[in-house]
């Protein structure tokens, strides 16, 4: 299979920390990529090396199948997690400054920023300095710069942090677009329910190593089978320490029981009846954050 | 190096600066400041010459109506010069019109001097002389006035007034004052020019503050576009720009367009300005303005001065804008920038010092090698080819060395831009920029 984004056995160090620790992840095409960790685990550094923005100490990052050539980078949009405007330019010298960085004629560019502009609803600020808009307006401003160029992949570090309700909507739904013109999407956050309802693949990274990494469903079924819904009107202390849970966690009308690797849910069941009546236990998908937790407990 | 990177990026720095109003106001003021310089000091001579109301007390007896008639005469000469007559009449310099009022003597002489500082009090005259036989003996004639701070018109009357007692005490002694004047006449220096393009005349000072404008000139562009790549660097740095730039454009192509944008900008407006200079300093402009009598020698402002100015320019940016974009780089805001700046700063000052011994002696040993160091060549080479055209070798040699310095310097502070631009937070020591350069 032919990755369009790859990192293979990438290092960075700075000083004695090691930033990123022989991270490799694979992109397929029309995926959306999650590359989730918590902050200062490395994601930003992962992407800055992918961007050739840092150079690695060590391994190789491959782009549409070959190693990187700099002309590759023409095809991404990458939209850091600090970004920033020239705030005394016009929105349109703005956007075609960067269109033209990206090797789009003029022509072109003007025509896809009238486009884009009319799109996010900023067609009539198209003249004004960037000062004069709200954080909103400049935040889509920021998103039409990095996709003028139509990328074939998209780059966002940790996307949703501090944008306003409507320029989220704008960028969820501008990532399905993509995803559904069949181009690469990877995006780093550090909110996992924001990962879990967008994304196909996902990388999760701790201090600077991958810990777990494959497509999400497919993870949730090999990595399922030791979540459990316990129906029960007994408070969770009523099953403190039966041998094998590794978790419990109240919810509404119930708890969400994780089991040890390798426990028996027949024998736990059989402990959990004999503590407090029970109404009901099934098995249930695991959410991302557990299966996050249960990485970073492996890895350990 | 992608080109059209650079060329995208130099693009947009010279728009936004060349687009901007500041920009034309700056290049507009220049111009007209340098014509206010030109002329107001002849306005505020001809607000001096204005007529001057003198009231003349005389107890010698015969000097006072010879000192009216010598004001008299040194007015007539003003008014013939400024008709652009034969210069100095007499060898009396030009002079405001004097009203003289000779006034009589009175037997009480404080009252005398009383009335006459009243009407001095009252506006009826500006001032009074009181010439006393005494007073001549230890050569001194009062002069009364409420301000005795118009030093031009008291140069003026005590040039009169020492002439006029001269030829008293000569005529005293037996001797024609008009012979020993035409025997003691002063003699000038005639100042030409040697130069390759043939000798000319002119005038000494005038060379000097030529020298000295295009010096500080010089001096005032460098400092100011190499602030504003420092400015530009850090509004990039701090507003986080420069982390959606790198996406697209690498660290060098950001430097090196950058400088070549704003360089331009500077350029534009150095243009404007050189070519005002030059259609004004032509004599048959300057005639025809008025701004010059005629015949009289001006420094010009030609062609080769022009392109060796635009040169160290573009020399002298090449290097302080690179060290400037390096600070930028490495710190965080303005306050912490300025430090370092400060340390740059020092580069153009030096060549302050060497101003006047190598505007005396613009062949001296000192005035070659300093000149011959990149970091000051474009300042003092613009004041010794200003002053003397140096040899040719010199020049080149100076500009090559500058230039192959300008490069180094772009390649050292590239390294410094590409990991400071990324660092935010502590501002990085001496010893920490170092491992950058080493280590980028």
């Not at chain 1, 959306?32 to 150079?55: H, P």
Request: proline share 4%; charged share 20%.
């Amino acid at each position: 299979m032919i990755y369009n984004l790859e990192l293979r056995e990438v290092r960075k160090v700075y000083g004695d920390f090691v930033a990123v620790d022989d991270v490799s992840l694979a992109v397929p095409p029309g995926a959306v990529f999650g590359l989730l960790g918590q902050n200062g685990a490395g994601k930003t550094t992962s992407i800055r090396m992918i961007m050739d923005i840092l150079a690695p100490d060590r391994g190789e990052v491959w782009m549409f199948g070959r190693r990187r050539e700099s002309k590759d980078l023409r095809r991404v949009g990458y939209l850091p997690e600090e970004r920033g405007l020239y705030r005394k330019m016009t929105v349109t010298d703005h956007l075609l400054f960067f269109a033209e960085l990206h090797g789009l004629p003029r022509s072109l560019a003007q025509a896809s920023i009238a486009g884009w502009l009319e799109r996010v609803d900023l067609a009539r600020w198209a003249k004004s300095r960037v000062e004069a808009l709200s954080k909103g307006m400049q935040q889509k401003i920021q998103l039409v710069a990095t996709i003028l160029h139509d990328p074939d992949i998209l780059i966002l570090d940790e996307p949703f942090s501090g944008l306003d309700p409507i320029a989220q909507g704008l960028f969820k739904e501008m990532i399905a677009d993509f995803r559904g013109r069949g181009k690469t999407i990877l995006f780093s956050t550090h909110v996992l329910e924001q990962a879990e309802k967008l994304c196909d693949h996902i990388s999760l990274i701790a201090h600077g190593r991958v810990v777990l990494s494959g497509e999400l469903a497919a993870l949730k079924r090999e990595r399922g089978g030791n979540v459990f819904r316990l129906e029960t009107r007994s408070a969770g202390s009523a099953f403190d320490g039966v041998p094998g849970v590794l978790q419990l966690l109240e919810q509404t009308a119930g708890l969400r029981v994780v089991l040890e690797p390798g426990a028996d849910p027949a024998a736990v069941l059989r402990e959990l009846v004999r503590r407090a009546p029970v109404t009901g236990f099934r098995s249930e998908e695991p959410d991302l954050e557990t299966l996050f937790l249960q990485a970073v407990r492996d890895a350990n | 190096m992608r080109t059209e990177a650079v060329w995208t990026v130099a693009k947009r720095e010279y728009l936004t600066r060349v687009k901007s109003k500041g920009f034309w106001i700056a290049t507009l003021l220049l111009p007209i400041a340098m014509a206010a310089l030109t002329i107001l000091p002849s306005l505020i001579a001809m607000k001096a010459k204005a007529s001057h109301r003198l009231a003349v007390v005389d107890e010698v007896g015969e000097l006072g109506e010879k000192v009216a008639a010598g004001l008299d005469r040194a007015a007539e000469g003003a008014q013939e010069k400024a008709a652009g007559g034969d210069h100095e009449l007499d060898g009396v310099p030009e002079m405001a019109e004097v009203q003289v009022e000779l006034v009589a003597l009175e037997p009480d002489r404080e009252a005398l001097r009383a009335k006459l500082d009243r009407r001095v009090l009252g506006g009826e005259i500006d001032a009074w002389l009181w010439i006393s036989s005494a007073g001549l003996a230890k050569d001194v004639i009062e002069y009364h006035a409420e301000s005795v701070s118009n030093f031009m018109t008291q140069s003026r009357l005590s040039h009169v007034l020492s002439r006029v007692v001269a030829d008293s005490r000569l005529a005293q002694a037996g001797l024609d004052s008009a012979r020993v004047a035409e025997l003691t006449r002063d003699v000038d220096l005639q100042t030409v020019r040697v130069s390759e393009a043939g000798s000319r005349e002119e005038a000494g000072m005038a060379g000097f503050f030529l020298a000295y404008f295009l010096f500080f000139l010089l001096y005032m562009v460098v400092m100011l576009y190499g602030q504003q790549v420092l400015n530009g660097v850090l509004e990039e740095k701090s507003s986080r720009i420069v982390e959606v730039l790198l996406a697209s454009v690498r660290p060098l192509e950001l430097l090196v367009g950058k400088l070549l944008g704003i360089g331009a900008a500077g350029m534009t407006q150095l243009g404007i300005w050189l070519a005002t200079m030059v259609a004004l300093s032509a004599p048959a402009v300057m005639t025809a303005l008025a701004i010059a009598p005629a015949g009289a020698q001006l420094p010009r402002v030609g062609a080769p001065l022009v392109v060796h100015f635009l040169v160290l320019f573009l020399l002298g940016f090449g290097i302080f804008a690179t060290l400037y974009a390096a600070v930028g780089a490495a710190t965080n805001n303005i306050q912490e920038a300025q430090q370092y700046a400060g340390f740059i700063v020092i580069f153009l000052i030096v060549p302050m010092f060497l101003i006047i011994p190598i505007i005396n002696d613009p062949d001296s040993t000192l005035a070659v090698v300093m000149s011959m160091i990149p970091f000051f060549t474009p300042l003092l080479m613009m004041l010794r080819i200003a002053v003397k055209m140096p040899p040719l070798w010199q020049i080149l040699g100076s500009y090559v060395l500058t230039a192959t310095t300008v490069v180094l310097l772009i390649w050292i502070c590239a390294r410094i831009y590409r990991i400071g631009i990324l660092m935010y937070g502590k501002k990085p020591t001496f010893r920490e920029l170092w491992r950058w350069i080493r280590y980028a």
